[in-house]
């Protein structure tokens, strides 16, 4: 299926977030998370279920004013 | 010392971190700051290129407080969301609450603001909202839970100082307990000053700092204004007066006509 992570129409197999970010990538990576709008706490993530579709932001410290 | 929420913090001087030449360059400023508290932010992470991560190790090598801020959300639930993926990634209950209104001057929707800092506030977090001098504003964000002020000096970014000095009084004198931190527009050390000596409790300083020629010189100079403002609060100011008032002693003066 694809999900659309940072904006960007990625190719998944992962059935949840948890899944996914790991074959995305991030592995250990301090990132917080949202499916489809809603914020995803690093616990729950293994809960979450993907579907064709989802749009998911992967979020990291970055410099602020 | 500076008391908001339960944290006391000993400088006045709040820094941004963002628009430094460098990541070294920053940490050089922070130091000269002497800041305990910097903001920080969150944006899209790339699993290649990781540079939040980066960012981050350098942020808590420095051993500072960080609030992080909801920049750039127009919407409360936008601003609800970043402050929950906030709190998460750096295990503080602070948000600096932003909800822009207008992108030209980048005014806060205090409509929106209100109505996510009840939210927040109610859901345990500590509300910092980046608001105008605006009191019945003020006196609803307070209602809905904050604890802590941050009124505009002037447009983000812009470095015209306190732009309405009326209204920023206004606020100080409608609400003398409460933390005020001056948020944005704060272009030059002597606008630092003028705020402290206005009493206001606080500033929160970036652009001007980062963009100087010598960003740690000039995060030295702010600290130094800062320190020299609140002084002079607290020794409390002269009342300006229209006309000349001679401060030598006429009393005794030799008639030489």
């Keep these: 299926m694809k999900i659309l992570v940072n904006g960007a129409w990625r190719e998944t197999d992962a059935s949840d977030l948890a899944a996914a970010l790991t074959a995305l990538g991030y592995g250990e990576a301090v990132v917080a998370t949202a499916l489809n709008g809603e914020f995803v706490a690093t616990g729950s993530r293994a809960d979450a279920r993907l579907t064709d579709g989802d749009r998911l932001e992967v979020l990291a410290p970055m410099q602020g004013g | 010392m500076l008391k908001v929420y339960a944290t006391e913090l000993r400088s006045r001087l709040l820094l941004g971190t963002s628009r430094y030449p460098s990541p070294a360059v920053l940490t050089e400023a922070v130091k000269a700051a002497r800041a305990e508290v910097v903001t920080v932010s969150l944006r899209r992470e790339s699993s290649g290129e990781r540079a939040g991560q980066g960012f981050w190790g350098i942020i808590r090598e420095l051993g500072v407080r960080v609030l992080p801020n909801t920049a750039g959300c127009h919407s409360v639930k936008e601003a609800l969301t970043t402050a929950q993926m906030a709190r998460e990634v750096f295990g503080t209950s602070w948000i600096k609450l932003e909800v822009i209104g207008e992108d030209d001057t980048l005014q806060p929707d205090v409509f929106g603001l209100v109505e996510a800092a009840r939210i927040l506030s109610a859901d345990g977090f500590d509300v910092f ?50 933390p005020l931190i001056i948020d944005a527009g704060i272009g030059v050390p002597s606008h630092a000053a003028q705020a402290m000596e206005l009493g206001f409790d606080a500033v929160l300083i970036n652009t001007a700092v980062a963009q100087a020629s010598h960003p740690a010189l000039m995060a030295a100079a702010f600290a130094q204004a800062l320190e020299a403002g609140r002084a002079a609060h607290l020794a409390g100011p002269m009342e300006p007066r229209d006309m000349a008032a001679p401060s030598t002693p006429a009393i005794g003066k030799a008639f030489l006509g």
Excluded: K
């Design chain 2, 129 to 178: 909202p980046y608001t105008t001098e605006d009191l019945v504003v003020a006196d609803r964000l307070l209602e809905a839970g904050c604890r802590v002020l941050m009124p505009w000096g002037a447009p983000i970014g812009s470095g015209r100082g306190l732009n309405n000095l009326f209204g920023l009084q206004a606020l100080r004198a409608h609400f003398p307990d409460v």
